[in-house]
């Protein structure tokens, strides 16, 4: 008997898994979601996952201290492919989209573990924005991340 409710229990915590991965990506910018990494949307917890999908839409759906709107990645992105043209848009949109995921899911952490903060966002959207090259923008934020994400 006991072996029956730890196989559902199991059963029930992958098909919340399944679903809450599937819908993790909901939120992103259509373009966007092909590019991202499934096996990489793991969440602390159930508020991890709201604060990033905050992150992506600018959406705070009853989230505490929170502030919705702009800046949001899905509006960021839009910015850099316009400024990139269509010329930078193969290359650029799949490291936007992915430079979003990393950012996104760590800044989205508890406050206590996260090594990416609010102040981190302004400046990371300064450098994207300061860029004359969005690519190259995008780059120079790539590399600020990984040093953080390092520490």
């Not at 949001?72 to 400024?83: A, E, M, P, T």
């Not at 800044?107 to 302004?122: Q, S, Y």
């Amino acid at each position: 008997m006991a072996h029956r409710g730890t196989a559902t229990a199991l059963l029930t915590a992958l098909t919340v898994g399944l679903a809450g991965g599937a819908h993790a990506q909901d939120y992103v910018r259509a373009d966007c979601r092909s590019q991202l990494d499934p096996a990489a949307l793991r969440f602390d917890t159930a508020l991890h996952q709201r604060w990033y999908r905050r992150f992506w839409t600018g959406e705070c759906d009853h989230l505490p201290m929170c502030f919705a709107g702009s800046p949001n990645w899905n509006d960021i992105v839009g910015k850099l492919l316009i400024r990139g043209g269509p010329a930078e848009r193969a290359a650029l949109l799949p490291k936007a989209c992915r430079l979003g995921q990393t950012i996104g899911l760590e800044w989205a952490r508890d406050k206590k573990v996260r090594r990416i903060d609010t102040g981190d966002l302004h400046v990371f959207k300064s450098q994207l924005e300061a860029s004359g090259d969005a690519l190259r923008g995008v780059d120079k934020v790539e590399a600020s991340v990984r040093a953080k994400l390092a520490r």
